[in-house]
């Protein structure tokens, strides 16, 4: 029985990333002798077993065959002569497919090593058309690593573009698409993701909306805008849908079988956009009863950058004549009704002392820019 470190953590060790999970492949043993040893099995249709201290993965080596469309046709068997190449063979891209042994030696039988160095994201082999999901990935890990200078390998994207047109990527469930995209927003460069996807193609399938330049460059800059400021999965998913007209958002949304935070926060974006707009002058009554409809007061906690999200899809110059609402948002999301009824105010008076005085505090604000 041998052991092996595989994938992401041999990967990231030689990126100089740290590592986050460490996961093991297991050559010559069987299920029986893996419970012998103390591990515990979960998962019922393949088994991987936990180790009884560290809790880490280990899986037997495994190889599959697939025998029907989409990522769902494969059938997956181990046994302990399945040796260590095989399965490295069926994982997605070189850079992925590593392993290393206890004492510390590189196995790299597809170049993953010489891939980090010339920073490409290539297939290991033909067989990766096999599930579509790995388009998804690959534009992932184009999305995380772009910063270091990655970028997807050009016979790769090929492949993509073949598999793409001969229809696979239509198979994939939404569950499965949405896992990518969320885990995608979350990414270094979530603009990469969607930027391999659409030069793939498959983009059209995905989310066909922002096929128009226009459309996918304004989501490409909001996905920018609220990089920094926003961590939240609702408002990054808001900017990337903030281009769309409210119907298609809403409709787009719930395709994707994004959960209900997601696509609410989505449609208000796209349907507040007109306003939005309309306020690239000087306005603070109308940004107060903005502000009113967005109930920013109640949302205030998990999306207080809204404004923020829903500027930063419009075109630059008009991105920057709107660079007053942030703040003048923030000011007014600082009015505390407790401080007013310490002077005293209740009731209607209390609601209208809150109303000057938020817009006492977008004034101020606007004139100290
Ligand atoms: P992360 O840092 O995102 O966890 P990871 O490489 O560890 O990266 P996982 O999704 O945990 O990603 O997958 C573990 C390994 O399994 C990958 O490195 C890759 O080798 C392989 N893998 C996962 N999904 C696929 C797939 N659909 N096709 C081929 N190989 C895959």
């Known amino acids: 029985m041998k052991t092996y470190l595989v994938g992401g953590a041999v990967r990231d060790e030689l990126l100089g990333l740290p590592v986050k999970d460490r996961d093991w492949v297991v050559t010559g043993a069987t299920p029986e002798e ?130 793409v047109d001969d229809g696979e990527i239509d198979d994939l469930v939404p569950e499965r698409v949405w896992q990518e995209i969320q885990r995608a927003l979350h990414e270094n460069e979530p603009g990469t993701f969607f930027e391999v996807l659409r030069d793939c193609g498959a983009l059209a399938n995905i989310i066909p909306e922002l096929g128009e330049d226009e459309a996918f460059a304004a989501a490409v800059r909001a996905l920018r805008c609220v990089h920094d400021s926003h961590g939240e999965t609702p408002a990054r998913f808001a900017a990337l849908m903030s281009p769309l007209s409210p119907t298609d958002a809403r409709n787009r949304a719930s395709r994707l079988k994004a959960p209900n935070d997601c696509q609410d926060l989505a449609r208000l974006t796209t349907s507040l956009m007109p306003q939005i707009r309309a306020m690239s002058s ?88």
């Open 34 to 163: 893996m419970l012998l040893r103390g591990f515990k099995q979960v998962g019922a249709d393949f088994p991987v077993f936990l180790h009884p201290d560290t809790r880490e993965e280990y899986a037997l080596a495994r190889t599959e065959r697939k025998q029907g469309r989409g990522y769902h046709g494969f059938t997956v068997y181990s046994a302990p002569d399945v040796p260590l190449e095989e399965d490295l063979k069926r994982r997605d891209l070189t850079i992925n497919a590593m392993a290393k042994s206890v004492d510390g030696e590189l196995i790299d039988p597809f170049g993953g090593r010489k891939d980090i160095q010339s920073r490409r994201l290539h297939h290991v082999s033909e067989a990766f058309a096999e599930d579509p999901l790995r388009i998804l990935r690959t534009a992932r890990f184009a999305a995380r690593l772009q910063p270091m200078g990655f970028a997807v390998a050009e016979s790769t994207m090929t492949l993509m573009k073949q598999m």
């Open 282 to 369: 000087f306005q603070p009554d109308a940004l107060l009863r903005l502000l009113d409809e967005a109930d920013v007061w109640r949302r205030v906690d998990r999306f207080s950058g809204l404004l923020l999200t829903l500027g930063c899809a419009l075109p630059d110059t008009e991105h920057e004549k709107l660079g007053w609402l942030e703040s003048a948002q923030r000011a007014a999301i600082g009015v505390e009704a407790k401080e007013l009824m310490a002077q005293g105010f209740r009731g209607k008076e209390l609601g209208q002392a809150i109303h000057r005085e938020r817009l006492q505090r977008i004034s101020t604000c606007h004139k100290t820019q």
